[in-house]
C-alpha cells in the first residue's frame, strides 16, 4: 500500500514552476519545494536564485507529511495543462504522482479520478537538497514610515523588468516592500503567497536617480505655467 506524502492544487503547482530554474548546471531549481506547515497545510517554495515565490496551502487546499522536491520537467506541466478549468490536484505518494480530479485534498486522495500517473523517479527529484530559502528572507522593517521615506531618498533597488512575469499569476497587482539591504519582498492578492527579488546592480546610482525625477518635475512645472500663461492670453 502507497503512502500518501502531499497533496495539493495542480493550477499552483504550475503557477509556482513559473519560479523554477531554466539552468542545467542548478538541477535543484527545477522544482517547487513541498513541505509541511505548522497548521497541518503544506508549504509551496521554487526558486530561481533571482527570484523566489512561496506559497502556504490551508489545511483545507493542501497537506503535506513530510518534504519533496516536485520535477517541473516539460511532461509533467504538460500534464497538468488546463488544470485551473479541471480543478486537478496533485497526489504526491511514495510510489508516484497521481495528477487527479477533484475540489479538495480529501476527495483528491480518496478514489477521485485518476488523469494521469507520473512514477517517482519522474515526478521527484531524489539526491538533490533544496536550498535553505529562508535564509534569504527579509528581515522585518523597523523605524517609523518618515523614517522609511527618507531612506528612499538615498536607496534604490534594481529589477530586472523580466523577474516580475512570473509574480503576475497570484494577481493582477502586486506590492513590494525593502527595507534597503537584502531582498525585496513582493505581495500579491492572493493573501497566501510570498514573492521575494534580490535586487541587482542596475547601473543606476540614486544620484541618476534624483537628477530624473528632478528633471521631470522641472518640465512639469513649465508646462504648467506655459499651459496658464496662454490660457490667460
Same mark, same amino acid.
Not at 534580490?198 to 512639469?220: F, H, K, Q, S
Given at each position: 500500500?502507497?503512502?500518501?506524502?502531499?497533496?495539493?492544487?495542480?493550477?499552483?503547482f504550475?503557477?509556482?514552476?513559473?519560479?523554477?530554474?531554466?539552468?542545467?548546471?542548478?538541477? $535543484?531549481?527545477?522544482?517547487v519545494? !513541498?513541505?509541511?506547515?505548522?497548521?497541518?497545510?503544506?508549504?509551496?517554495?521554487? *526558486? *530561481?536564485?533571482?527570484?523566489?515565490?512561496?506559497?502556504?496551502?490551508?489545511?483545507?487546499?493542501?497537506?503535506?507529511? +513530510?518534504?519533496?522536491?516536485?520535477?517541473?520537467?516539460?511532461d !509533467?506541466?504538460?500534464?497538468?495543462?488546463?488544470?485551473? =478549468?479541471?480543478?486537478?490536484y496533485?497526489?504526491? =505518494?511514495? @510510489?508516484?504522482?497521481?495528477i487527479?480530479?477533484?475540489?479538495?485534498?480529501?476527495?483528491? !486522495?480518496?478514489? /477521485?479520478?485518476?488523469?494521469? @500517473?507520473?512514477?517517482?523517479?519522474?515526478? $521527484? #527529484?531524489? +539526491?538533490? @537538497?533544496?536550498?535553505?530559502?529562508?535564509?534569504?528572507?527579509?528581515?522585518?522593517?523597523?523605524?517609523?514610515?518618515?523614517?522609511? !521615506?527618507?531612506?528612499? @531618498?538615498? =536607496?534604490y533597488?534594481?529589477?530586472?523588468?523580466?523577474? #516580475?512575469?512570473?509574480?503576475?499569476?497570484?494577481?493582477?497587482?502586486?506590492?513590494?516592500?525593502?527595507? +534597503?539591504?537584502?531582498?525585496?519582498s513582493?505581495?500579491?492578492?492572493?493573501?497566501?503567497?510570498y514573492?521575494?527579488?534580490m535586487?541587482?546592480?542596475?547601473?543606476?546610482?540614486?544620484?541618476?536617480? #534624483?537628477?530624473?525625477?528632478? $528633471?521631470?518635475?522641472?518640465?512639469?512645472?513649465a508646462?504648467?505655467?506655459? /499651459?496658464?500663461?496662454?490660457?490667460?492670453?
Amino acid at each position: 500500500m502507497s503512502n500518501t506524502i502531499a497533496v495539493f492544487p495542480a493550477s499552483d503547482f504550475v503557477k509556482l514552476a513559473g519560479f523554477t530554474s531554466k539552468d542545467e548546471t542548478r538541477p $535543484y531549481l527545477k522544482c517547487v519545494n !513541498i513541505e509541511p506547515a505548522p497548521d497541518g497545510g503544506c508549504i509551496m517554495v521554487a *526558486t *530561481t536564485g533571482q527570484i523566489m515565490g512561496i506559497l502556504r496551502q490551508p489545511v483545507d487546499m493542501g497537506r503535506a507529511t +513530510g518534504n519533496l522536491m516536485v520535477s517541473t520537467a516539460k511532461d !509533467i506541466l504538460k500534464a497538468t495543462k488546463g488544470s485551473a =478549468r479541471e480543478c486537478l490536484y496533485l497526489v504526491c =505518494r511514495d @510510489t508516484g504522482m497521481d495528477i487527479v480530479v477533484a475540489d479538495n485534498p480529501a476527495a483528491a !486522495i480518496d478514489g /477521485a479520478p485518476v488523469k494521469a @500517473t507520473i512514477p517517482a523517479s519522474a515526478a $521527484y #527529484l531524489s +539526491g538533490l @537538497t533544496f536550498p535553505a530559502w529562508r535564509k534569504v528572507l527579509p528581515e522585518k522593517q523597523s523605524g517609523t514610515r518618515a523614517d522609511k !521615506i527618507n531612506e528612499t @531618498t538615498t =536607496r534604490y533597488a534594481a529589477i530586472n523588468p523580466d523577474l #516580475l512575469e512570473p509574480f503576475a499569476a497570484f494577481g493582477e497587482f502586486l506590492s513590494f516592500d525593502w527595507n +534597503g539591504l537584502g531582498a525585496i519582498s513582493v505581495a500579491a492578492q492572493n493573501p497566501n503567497f510570498y514573492g521575494v527579488i534580490m535586487p541587482g546592480n542596475g547601473g543606476v546610482t540614486p544620484d541618476d536617480i #534624483l537628477a530624473r525625477r528632478a $528633471y521631470v518635475m522641472e518640465t512639469a512645472q513649465a508646462a504648467t505655467e506655459q /499651459a496658464a500663461t496662454e490660457q490667460a492670453a
